[in-house]
């Protein structure tokens, strides 16, 4: 239900993002791969700083938290995504 610019986020910084629809109904935290990263889909919940894919930590129906990619510039959009639909 949000989109649009992200306020004065910096890359690297988390963000908790509130409001309906924003993923799973069963709350999901993160876990780090074998390779030291966060998932950038959490059981269907992607979201995208301009167009880069943000790491993500927790998901829930009611909130979300990511961390800005590095790569993100001023700007930059932020969209949620779950299951290919804007939320």
């Given at each position: 239900?949000?989109?649009?610019?992200?306020?004065?986020?910096?890359?690297?910084?988390?963000?908790?993002?509130?409001?309906?629809?924003?993923?799973?109904?069963?709350?999901?935290?993160?876990?780090?791969?074998?390779?030291?990263?966060?998932?950038?889909?959490?059981?269907?919940?992607?979201?995208?700083?301009?167009?880069?894919?943000?790491?993500?930590?927790?998901?829930?129906?009611?909130?979300?938290?990511?961390?800005?990619?590095w790569?993100?510039?001023?700007?930059?959009?932020?969209?949620?995504?779950?299951?290919?639909?804007?939320?």
């Amino acid at each position: 239900v949000f989109d649009g610019s992200p306020g004065p986020f910096a890359p690297g910084e988390l963000v908790s993002l509130y409001g309906t629809d924003l993923g799973p109904a069963e709350p999901l935290a993160a876990a780090f791969s074998a390779e030291g990263r966060l998932p950038v889909d959490l059981r269907g919940t992607r979201v995208l700083v301009g167009e880069s894919p943000a790491p993500l930590l927790f998901s829930s129906r009611g909130q979300v938290n990511f961390q800005i990619p590095w790569e993100a510039t001023a700007g930059s959009s932020v969209r949620v995504e779950v299951n290919g639909r804007r939320s």
